[in-house]
Structure formats: C-alpha cells, structure tokens
C-alpha cells in the first residue's frame, strides 16, 4: 500500500517536470480505453472507442480483459489529464496496446490527440 501510494505521489509531482514512465500489473480494464495500473487509470492516448453499452463497447473491454489483464505494463505518462487521469501510451512487450486494438479494428485513432502516431 506504500508503494502504491508512492507511485502516485510520484506520478502527480513529476507530471510538472515532464514526461513519466509507469510500470505495473494491469489490475482492471475500466471501459473502453482506460486501464488501471495497480490502482492507477490510465486512458490510452488517441484511442477512442464505443461506449461499455454499446455492444462493440463490450467486445473491446473483452479483447483487452483478454489482451492485457494481469500483465505487465510500461506506461508513458506526458503529464496530459482528461478526468483527472493522466494520459499515456502503455506497451506491452514494447508493443504499443493502443495500435494494437486499433488495428484489430476494436477501436479508431483519434488523430486530434495521437498526433497520427
């Protein structure tokens, strides 16, 4: 619980002082493009994707459960909130995640804040 709380200490003072690297377990896919570290929301940068009840909505949350849940994550935090959650583009196996849903046809790029990465 220290450590959890560390962390998110961390992440909030350093969002000021520029980028973040966030490694930890998946522990929930929220909805359609937020995932939690640990207990930290994370929404995955550029991705949008159908609301949880919508029922493209339920089939993303299922692909990712399957995709991601209980595996280790390295997220990039740029200090970017929506929410009051901080914005990342999380890999796994260096993988970007968001790229990968997206070119399962799961979710679209929102070009307006990937940048069209």
Known sequence: MLKLALVIIFIA?????????????????????????????IPLKGVSTPEMKEQMGIKFKAFMTDLIMSMRVRCELNGEKTHDRFVGICYLNEQDIGAKVIGAGLASDCSRFSGGR
């Open 13 to 41: 003072s350093s969002a000021f002082a520029g980028p973040t690297t966030l490694t930890g377990t998946v522990t929930k896919v929220r909805d359609g493009d937020t995932i939690e570290a640990g207990k930290v929301p």
